[in-house]
């Protein structure tokens, strides 16, 4: 399955702000396991929303659902700040203290694989 | 039925302190005033972790919180580099117990800053902060600069309470006689309110800066067409609209610290200002995130020296973001035991620094159960701030608000947890002495 | 010549927490007339705990020093987690044979470190004088200030074979640094003095610098704040010489930019 | 300590000057914490014909609150100075200009220093302020909120409603639990917001009114009650070129009010800064001469020096416009913070050479001012620490007022403009210990209003608050006087024995004193109206959530101010 190359970026959304004392609902599964693309970057892609991608990057890959913002460019990706975007981000800080949470070179394609929940995706760094 | 009014909300660093709810046998049933979206949800409450628990072969069971305690003193005693990470969804009072517990284990501290708002604590160290409290941008400010930012979703209240849709005494018409500019990659639900949105290239934040900061000092000839995606002709139309304005406000989020130059978009983000004020007046000031992580940042500089990152093994502060950040000490794999309070790692670290967190032992004090859970060894449940527990928290703009005890709980505060926990960890001193 | 032989114990690093060890506490001019037994007494930091040296590493004495100009160490083992190696020091050599910690050569005043392999971030901290090699790469922060400090390294000689992180040399004010590899963001940043030349590219080389001399050999993401001057021939190669930064106003920009 | 427990102090020179014992060998009776007649079974200290005082009190100094806060956070190179490891008694130490609250309290002690005023208390931080001052071990404290630049201030200053005005000072002394009312560069900071400045006759942007009518105001209201302490001013103009003429204008505003009490109608501070002649930095001289005159002749002033510490320092104040002006000469870092509806503050880094005409000049004024006012119970020392320097460089001031000799050496090593630009060279007096005593405690306590309440001095009833120093009266070596002032054989505070031999032995905690202005409810009530109307439109907190809760104040110790029949 051929996917395209994006800048990926992460940040707060307001549902997710909503569940940050209950990450373990399905309003936050539901909300930040979640890639925005830009429409057209979709149809190259062949996803429509809730289609599920996987996004992967020199430090990780993650499977998320799709949906649309065409208030982001065509080469970027936007996954909400929380634990299926931070899989696929690099823990090196350069020596800042604050790693890079945003522009990260990425892949995204269309995949079948499931999105792994809270615990699963937890259980991935335990082995 | 009883209607409570001057409830301060701890969810973000607005620290609403107006909202009105109502309390229905010790439980909040209606927010009616004054909380966002956001802040209504926590307000309403969540599910609690109901008892303190251990860790024994892959599964939590539940514990007393004496045995919790205890368990979780032995394993700080012992470790060589433990971590005490977390401090920002809490109160100061909890924190400078914190402190102490850092000095006597010579643990290494460091707060939820390092992943948010540290790099703009380290441009601050390079060149200041010309700031204001939020009343002043409220009563004065009549152009307003969101940067990397969107508060509409991360601050709901932060337009209408004290910036771009507020009131205030010179600003009696509201947005009316403001200007809004929004500067961020993406067209967000803030961009779309500006009058002016520039969408920037992603992490070409530094050099749009100091292109603004060279037309605004006279040196327009020698900047480019084009920098980091934005057009010569629109940095020249914000710069007329800087000189212009009475009161210049610029508010950045983690648009500009966690991308590209990081510190160092702040660093330019303030020499912006400080070239704007040399116009017109000109502040600037971080979006902070938790209700206190100001807070403790207040409290490790006046108990320290220092706000942030601190290593205390050698019995005095050694500061330095990039070696003693918690996220540098799980991804360098360099502590060997980790105490989260008031945080969430799991959900808000990146995964290779996950990865060591998953190897050492890890104590969880929390009210809610979360990713970092999965990690724990140990958990321990205490009061939310806020809802059933009192104290001082700091705003974004570092003006302290006393939190109130609006229901009554058994469940006992951050700050006796770690109390109990020192006095464990003395004990064990003073027998190792014997 | 006295050389003093310090390797790191395998089982000081083959945890599953990797806790550094600080050597601030073994230079030549510290360790210079001691015996081998005064050495293995020394204390240095590991974690939140002081160790006695021979604890921690294996130490061999060969030869004789007349003073601490004579002494030369040499840490061998794997030193990725050791810290501090050669901090402070004031006259002799040191020899680190593999990749080695954060603050490398920091505060150095005088005499000649040698790293073999990488050195992790603020190598030559601070650097006052004295002779830094790194054979490998050096992260970020190579010869940059302290934070909050406005001044960096001050004065004597960086060569480093590999690439430089971000931030080299924040604050410079005197020295002379050679990176043969490429340098990443913001090399040079707020350089008020000393040399730069970097063989490699570089990104946004010298921003808000006020005095100073950069020279990038490779390519250059040049920052828009520049200001052309004319074209220069250095020892034959044809240049464009920038004088900058126009951001910090026209009386303060005062550094120069050489750019292919 | 034990209430009850008891301490004897024998054989000590002791120079109390509010009893008028000046160097006299006798005994000290200590119990639950005060001075008394006689004990029964103390406890003794041997203090072998050392020199014993009461327990210094610092009238001006900013050692806790947001802008000290800030000026710490700015700067983790001044805190990398002063680290110093916890030991079994004390906590981690750090800093030099802006040392963390625990060194703070160490630092003081160890100068025999037992209170500390906090000079500038931006009223809607109060609770900052206070949390730092619970963690400043040792002291006792007290903090003056900032009341010159408020809107409502400015509004009754308008309408001439002095009554009214006092009624809010009471308000707002009352709700951040403060002392007395501070005034900093007034009109001024509130221009500041504008980015513009205020002299003492300009008229304040929107509010229409001047700094001078200001000054005038708030001491009136202020003299509504049995206030212990009068107005406490930082002039316009500070730091510029020329300044002494609008200070010595300053100082004539209030001459004509009636102190409630024997104690001045005005305490200028850091009068160094104050004290300016020339038109520029290029004919920049001294003119502590003339503000010394002033002094000498008038008897409702008093004033500190404010005197330099040559080094690096960090500079914090309230005077916003006067800290972005040092930051455009110096380009270092700057931080501002301008407070809604109240005052503002900046601050910045700056170092004080002896290399520098200007810097070198200001150092000799500030010993000047000591030196040619006559009489020591006008003139407190302070460093206005930290902007004229760090307040650890107390014992270099009082070894250069007892010695002629040492002064003449350190001029040989400054700028020689301050051979021709000063006075100080051709001043020959010379301190001796009593006038020591006096401008180091026994001035303040008296002028703060303190010495009613145990501070100060050593008569019987007093708190037993006492530093031993490890000199003897006939010390002549000024070396050896600034080690005895740095760090005292003893330092005993409220009885217990805090400093031994240089080293803190003990951390008590310290008391909050504050003030409560007695207002007529009715006066208060109609301000209230007003108030209430400022909070619902224009402040960013709630008129509820606004005041000091008690929790910040462990110890309390309450001094009611009456209304004046």
């Known amino acids: 399955m051929e996917g395209i190359s994006v800048n990926l970026i992460s940040g707060r959304t307001a549902v997710q702000g909503q569940n940050l004392d209950s990450k373990l609902s399905d309003e936050y599964f539901g909300e930040v396991a979640r890639c925005d693309l830009n429409g057209a970057d979709m149809e190259k892609l062949g996803v429509a929303k809730d ?49 890079s949470f945003k522009g990260i070179d990425a892949t995204v394609e269309k995949t079948t694989e499931p999105i792994l929940s809270i615990s699963e995706l937890m259980r991935t760094y335990m082995d | 039925m009883a209607e409570l009014t001057d409830v301060v909300c701890s969810l973000c660093g607005c620290v609403c302190d107006d909202i009105v709810l109502e309390v229905e046998n010790n439980e909040v049933v209606k927010v009616k005033r004054g909380a966002c979206s956001v802040g209504k949800a926590k307000l309403l409450g969540h599910h609690r972790i109901p008892s303190p628990m251990i860790r024994e072969n892959g599964e939590l069971k539940e514990v007393s919180y004496d045995e919790a305690i205890k368990k979780a003193a032995e394993i700080l005693y012992k470790s060589r580099r433990p971590l005490l990470y977390g401090w920002s969804s809490t109160v100061c009072e909890a924190d400078k117990v914190g402190v102490e517990l850092a000095e006597e284990l ?161 660093v330019n983000a303030i020499q912006f200002t400080r070239a704007a004020h040399t116009h017109t007046k000109a502040s600037i000031m971080p979006l902070r995130g938790h209700y206190n992580v100001a807070g403790i940042n207040q409290v490790l500089t006046w108990e320290t020296g220092f706000p942030f990152a601190i290593d205390m093994a050698r019995g005095y502060a050694w500061y330095n973001p990039g070696e003693d950040s918690a996220t540098d000490c799980l991804w360098r794999g360099d502590c060997d035991s980790a105490m989260i309070i008031a945080s969430d790692p799991g959900a808000h670290f990146p995964g290779p620094s ?39 928290v700091y705003r974004m703009d570092n003006i302290p608000i006393r939190l109130r005890k609006i229901i009554d709980s058994d469940v006992p505060t951050d700050e006796e947890i770690v109390g109990r926990i020192l006095t464990e960890i003395r004990a064990l001193r003073a027998k190792e002495v014997q | 010549m006295q050389t003093i032989t310090l390797k790191l114990k395998d089982a000081i690093v083959s945890g599953v927490a990797k806790v550094p060890v600080e050597v601030d506490a073994l230079t030549p001019d510290q360790l210079f007339g001691k015996s081998e037994a005064e050495i293995k007494a020394v204390k240095v930091w590991w974690g939140n705990r002081q160790e006695q040296t ?78 830094l090699v790194i054979e490998g790469d050096a992260e970020d922060n190579l010869c940059a200030m302290y934070r909050g400090e406005m001044t960096g390294m001050t004065g004597g000689k960086v060569t480093v074979y590999g690439n430089a992180g971000e931030l080299t040399a924040q604050y410079m004010a005197g020295g002379e640094i050679l990176i043969k590899g490429n340098a990443n963001m913001l090399a040079g940043l707020n350089m008020k003095g000393g040399k730069i030349t970097i063989e490699g590219d570089a990104k946004w080389p010298g921003a808000d610098m006020t005095g100073g001399e950069i020279m990038v050999k490779g390519a250059t993401a040049m920052m828009p704040s520049f200001k052309f001057v004319e074209t220069a021939t250095v020892d034959g190669a044809e240049y464009k010489k920038y004088l900058g930064d126009l951001a910090m106003g026209e009386r303060k920009a005062k550094g120069t930019l050489y750019v292919r | ?103 703070t309290g160490y630092r003081y002690a160890m100068m025999g220093y037992t209170f500390v005023m906090e000079a500038a208390m931006p009223p809607l931080a109060a609770r900052h302020t206070h949390e730092e001052i619970i963690d400043i071990p040792i002291l006792d404290n007290a903090a003056m909120p900032l009341i010159d630049n408020n809107w409502m201030t400015l509004e009754y200053i308008k309408s001439g409603d002095i009554d009214l005005l006092a009624a809010y000072i009471a308000w707002m002394i009352k709700a951040t639990k403060g002392y007395g009312v501070k005034v900093v560069n007034p009109g001024g900071t509130e221009a500041w917001a504008w980015g513009k400045n205020c002299n003492l006759h300009d008229a304040v942007p929107t509010f229409d009114v001047t700094p001078a009518e200001i000054v005038k105001g708030l001491a009136e209201a202020t003299e509504k009650y049995e206030m212990p302490h009068s107005i406490h001013v930082h002039p316009n103009m500070l730091g510029h070129p020329g300044n002494f003429e609008v200070t010595k204008a300053t100082y004539d505003l209030v001459k004509g009010i009636r102190p409630y009490r024997d104690r001045p109608t005005m305490h200028a501070t850091h009068t160094q800064f104050h004290s300016y002649g020339g038109s520029t930095w290029g004919d920049f001289e001294s003119q502590a001469k003339s503000i010394a005159e002033y002094i000498n002749v008038n008897d409702h002033m008093s004033i500190d020096i404010g005197s330099i510490i040559l080094g690096d320092t960090t500079t914090m104040t309230a005077d916003g416009p006067m800290e972005y002006d040092l930051y455009q000469i110096t380009g270092r870092k700057w931080t501002n913070c301008d407070v809604e509806l109240e005052t503002g503050s900046g601050i910045t880094p700056f170092l004080y050479s002896g290399k520098s005409p200007v810097n070198t000049i200001q150092w000799a004024i500030g010993q000047e001012l000591a030196l040619l006012v006559k009489d020591p119970w006008k003139v ?186």
């Open chain 4, 380 to 565: 407190a020392l302070t460093t206005d620490h930290p902007n004229a320097g760090p307040f650890i460089g107390y014992p270099i001031i009082i070894s250069m007022l007892m010695s002629k000799k040492r002064r003449d050496e350190l001029a040989a090593e400054v700028h020689k403009a301050i051979y021709d630009r000063s006075e100080l060279p051709s001043i020959d007096r010379e301190y001796d210990l009593n006038e020591i005593a006096i401008i180091t405690r026994g001035m303040a306590a008296k002028t703060l209003g303190l010495s009613e309440h145990g501070k100060g001095h050593l008569g019987i009833g007093a708190d037993a608050d006492i530093a031993i120093y490890d000199m003897t009266p006939e010390e002549r070596d000024a070396g050896k006087i600034q080690k005895a002032f740095l760090n005292t054989k003893y330092t005993i505070k409220a009885g217990e024995i805090v400093v031994k031999d240089g080293e803190v032995v003990a951390t008590p905690e310290g008391r909050t004193i504050f003030v409560t202005p007695e207002c007529d409810q009715t006066l208060m009530d109609e301000m209230l109206v007003t108030l209430e109307d400022r909070f619902d439109k224009y402040y960013s907190v709630t008129f509820n959530n606004y005041p000091v809760q008690d929790h910040y104040l462990p110890h309390p110790y309450e001094i009611k101010a009456p209304w004046r029949s």
């Open chain 2, 106 to 266: 010579g643990a290494v501290i460091d707060n939820t800053a390092s992943v948010c708002h540290g790099p703009s604590v380290l441009a601050i160290q390079d060149v200041g902060l010309p700031s204001c409290t939020l009343g002043e941008v409220k009563n004065r400010a009549d152009l307003i600069i969101y940067w990397g930012a969107n508060p509409a979703y991360a601050h709901a209240n932060h337009m209408k309470r004290y910036s771009y849709v507020s009131k205030g005494f010179w600003t009696e018409e509201g947005k009316k006689n403001k200007k809004l500019v929004v500067v961020d990659p993406r067209k967000t639900m803030t961009a779309k309110m500006a009058d002016v949105f520039v969408q920037i290239k992603q992490g070409y934040d530094y050099p749009v800066f100091s292109a603004l900061r060279a037309i605004l000092r006279g040196h327009a000839d020698v900047v480019p067409d084009e920098v980091g995606g934005v057009p010569k002709e629109q940095l020249m139309e914000i710069a007329e609209m800087v000189k212009g304005a009475k009161f210049v406000m610029t508010f950045f989020g983690m648009g500009v610290t966690h991308t590209g130059a990081r510190h160092n978009n702040i």
């Open chain 1, 51 to 99: 289609d599920r991608v996987k996004v992967t990057t020199a430090y990780g890959q993650v499977v998320v659902r799709v949906d649309q913002d065409d208030g982001i460019l065509a080469g970027m990706a936007f996954i909400p700040m929380g634990p299926w975007c931070n899989a696929v981000v690099n823990g090196d800080t350069n020596g800042n203290g604050m790693p």
């Open chain 3, 54 to 131: 021979g604890d921690l590493f294996e130490v061999r004495l060969a030869g004789d020093a007349a003073s601490a100009e004579d002494v030369k160490l040499v840490f061998e083992g794997d030193l990725r987690r050791v810290k501090r190696i050669g901090e402070g020091m004031k006259v002799g050599e040191i020899e680190a044979r593999s990749d080695v910690d954060m603050h490398c050569g920091a505060m150095m005043e005088g005499g000649k470190l040698v790293v073999k392999g990488s050195a992790n971030c603020w190598a030559g901290r601070e650097m006052r004088g004295g002779e």
């Open chain 2, 354 to 392: 996950l990865r060591h967190m998953a190897k050492i032992p890890v104590i969880q004090i929390d009210p809610y159960a979360n990713p970092t859970t999965e990690f724990a060894d140990i958990v321990i449940p205490t009061a939310v701030s806020g809802i059933d527990a009192e104290g001082s």
């Open chain 4, 1 to 103: 300590m034990a209430a009850e427990s008891e301490l004897i102090i024998k054989n000590g020179v002791v120079f109390d000057p509010i009893n008028g014992v000046k160097g006299e060998q006798m005994d000290l009776f200590i119990r639950g914490g005060k001075i008394v007649e006689a004990v029964s079974n103390p406890k003794v200290i041997d203090a072998e014909g050392r020199v014993v005082m009461p327990g210094g009190v610092d009238i001006h100094a900013h050692i806790a609150g947001g802008k000290v806060n800030s000026g710490r956070l700015m700067r983790p190179e001044d805190g990398r100075k002063g680290l110093v490891p916890k030991t079994k008694v004390c906590r981690c130490q750090s800093g030099y200009s802006v040392p963390n609250t625990f060194a």
